[in-house]
T-cell receptor
């Protein structure tokens, strides 16, 4: 699976949009982009995934660039409960493994 | 709501003890996984199972074994616990193939003293 690069930490004001970038320049055609988050002392929680089209669900939006080399996870109105480590993962459709990198520690501040 | 339940949230065991970590999922998933998570090392796969009584080694199987006697239950066994096995253990499950989402349990914090 391709490697991802994320900033180690970010801050966001409560109520504002949080935009979390991810670089996956070596992504191949059959690899999807997945986002998980992990709130302190809990198991990782699935957020969203996509291949090349932008995706939106009740938790977040995922914007993938046309060349698929990078993506951005958007939390439209961040709350204090969104404080967590966010992991961007690329995963081939033939595989079932998840390889977690370092992630981005998002701190939402009042 | 999907559910992966780990039997113990916090455990303290002595060196040399046999430790069982139990995991149950209610989604009829074929695949189940055990990871451990340590600061600075991320999540590392210990073992996974893609069917009842089947198991495959992950990246760090040494010192661990697993048991999958029923589809919904996947147990991680530390035959003789050591202090370097102090960690957070995460169980997960998914359906086979495709891109079905992998769901995680809440984690089990194991301290070996």
């Amino acid at each position: 699976d391709a490697k991802t690069t994320q900033p180690p930490s970010m801050d966001c004001a409560e109520g504002r949009a949080a935009n979390l970038p991810c670089n996956h320049s070596t992504i191949s055609g059959n690899e999807y982009v997945y986002w998980y988050r992990q709130i302190h002392s809990q198991g990782p929680q699935y957020i969203i995934h996509g291949l090349k089209n932008n995706e939106t669900n009740e938790m977040a939006s995922l914007i993938i660039t046309e060349d698929r080399k990078s993506s951005t996870l958007i939390l439209p109105h961040a709350t204090l409960r969104d404080t967590a480590v966010y992991y961007c993962i690329v995963r081939a459709d033939a595989g079932n493994m998840l390889t977690f990198g370092g992630g981005t520690r998002l701190m939402v501040k009042p | 709501d999907v559910k992966v339940t780990q039997s113990s949230r916090y455990l303290v065991k002595r060196t040399g003890e046999k430790v069982f970590l139990e995991c149950v999922q209610d989604m009829d998933h074929e695949n189940m996984f055990w990871y451990r998570q340590d600061p600075g090392l991320g999540l590392r796969l210990i073992y996974f199972s893609y069917d009842v009584k089947m198991k495959e080694k992950g990246d760090i199987p040494e010192g661990y074994s697993v048991s999958r006697e029923k589809k919904e239950r996947f147990s991680l066994i530390l035959e003789s616990a050591s202090t370097n096995q102090t960690s957070m253990y995460l169980c997960a499950s998914s359906s086979p193939g495709g891109l079905d989402t992998i769901y995680f349990g809440e984690g089990s914090w194991l301290t070996v003293v």
